[in-house]
């Protein structure tokens, strides 16, 4: 008998069934790495605890066998069950808290953000489907989900927490059989389907890129490249040129972690609170970095910045966030607030320089300073490293600070740190490397 199918595949199915061939047929990669996927596992199983907190008293089936949780199922005086796992339908998917009313039950689905989006409906509506089909008669649905809460403290399910009834928004999901996935995931090709609406249709398909959606529509090539566009060829405006800065410069790259429920009481549920940097200067070998896995290490991260960033040397950066970032420093620290504005001065935002002035078609549509690097140098990339991605990079340094993951871990981040910084420096050097010897005139056409 095959193994009962996942709630993932109903909701990849309910996509296209190219989605659900590639969740099966891609590697393990294609879905992040995996220490940030234990990290996101960590923070989902500490929101639930959380909500049990909410829903007190239940009993934990999370591991229990089929046989026991059959016996809570229909034994009355087990009011709250916790991680039911029900099979049904050929499915097999799990229910986080039930409530027991007298004929029935309530179906709190818990949830590590701050919004109910249109896809936690339909999730919750697959999940229905099944608990249904295994005769659970679920006839009100909450949703517990994380508070917008904007000032520190500890962690409560009353500060922390809200629970909204979307019983009457919740579609109905037929479950389709079992053996017509099971033919999509077996198939030796990739199914053909023409993407539409249903890429982003209730959520944002994860597979976009493969299938060559979504990056051209929002990076169209900057006004004044038309005719190098139309020839195949590179544009470079000579106002990019101009106003890319001389060296020597540095080049600075931050990471910051951001937890729904930090473990300090001086921190906001969601902020972003910066542990790495790396720097380095255009004149010299080697990086300057800065990486710490403390609870709160904003004071030691402004401290070493404004040390080891001396002089008036223009900082180049990729986009505003560093920037932003040391104006949330030099609020919370007012003592170090005159030497982190004097840094702040000195920012270079790169990205927009090059958005408004470079296009390649090596570029594929997206302006990330991978892209555009890679664009400049074909032999740059990030293919040797294990930690490719922002979003890894964070989660990966909230474990950390979690104690959940090896120490080793932090060189990888240091080194996706390092290689972003890397990236501004090809850019920087392409672009140095093409300004003009003389200014133009006012006569000379830009």
């Not at 990471?255 to 009481?265: C, F, G, I, K, N």
Request: charged content about 25%; hydrophobic content about 40%; proline content about 8%.
């Amino acid at each position: 008998m095959p193994s009962p199918l996942r709630r993932s595949d109903i909701l990849a199915a309910m996509q296209c069934d190219r989605r659900l061939w590639l969740e099966h047929a891609s590697d393990s990669s294609s879905r992040g790495h995996p220490d940030a996927r234990t990290v996101r596992r960590n923070e989902t199983a500490r929101i639930e605890a959380l909500a049990q907190q909410r829903y007190p008293g239940g009993l934990d089936l999370d591991d229990a066998s089929d046989e026991r949780t059959a016996r809570a199922l229909a034994d009355p005086e087990h009011k709250v069950l916790y991680g039911v796992w029900v099979n049904a339908a050929g499915y097999r998917l799990r229910l986080d808290i039930l409530l027991r009313h007298q004929e029935t039950w309530t179906l709190v689905d818990v949830r590590s953000g701050a919004r109910i989006k249109r896809g936690h409906l339909a999730d919750i509506g697959v999940r229905i489907a099944v608990a249904r089909a295994a005769g659970l008669p679920i006839t009100r649905m909450l949703v517990c989900h994380l508070r917008r809460v904007n000032t520190p403290g500890p962690a409560t399910p009353e500060r922390n927490l809200k629970s909204v009834d979307v019983t009457a928004r919740v579609p109905d999901v037929p479950l389709p059989h079992p053996d017509s996935l099971r033919t999509v995931i077996d198939a030796h090709d990739e199914p053909d389907v023409t993407p539409g609406s249903q890429c982003s249709d209730p959520w944002r398909c994860p597979f976009l890129s493969h299938c060559g959606v979504g990056a051209v529509s929002w990076a169209q090539p900057p006004a004044g490249a038309r005719d190098a566009v139309e020839s195949g060829v590179d544009y470079l405006s000579e106002e990019l040129l101009q106003a890319v800065p001389t060296g020597p410069v540095y080049s600075l790259d931050f990471e910051a972690r951001q937890s729904p429920l930090p473990v300090s009481d001086a921190v906001r549920p969601f902020e972003p609170i910066p542990f790495l940097w790396v720097a380095r200067h255009s004149d010299e070998p080697g990086s300057r970095v800065f990486s710490s896995t403390e609870t709160d290490p904003r004071r030691a991260f402004a401290r070493s910045l404004i040390d080891s960033l001396d002089g008036d040397h223009p900082i180049l950066v990729w986009s505003d966030y560093e920037s932003s970032t040391l104006g949330r420093l030099a609020a919370l620290m007012a003592d170090l607030a005159p030497e982190l504005d004097r840094l702040r001065e000195r920012l270079v935002d790169l990205h927009i320089l090059v958005r408004r002035g470079f296009w390649s078609d090596r570029l594929d549509g997206q302006y990330s300073v991978k892209a555009v690097a890679g664009a400049m140098d074909a032999s740059f990339g990030y293919g040797d490293l294990s930690i490719d991605n922002g979003r890894d990079a964070a989660l990966i340094g909230l474990g950390l600070q979690h104690d959940l993951l090896p120490r080793s871990v932090e060189d990888d981040l240091i080194a996706y740190c390092e290689r972003d910084v890397r990236a501004l420096e090809v850019v920087w050097r392409y672009l140095d490397a093409r300004r003009p010897t003389e200014p133009l005139s006012p006569e000379q056409p830009g």
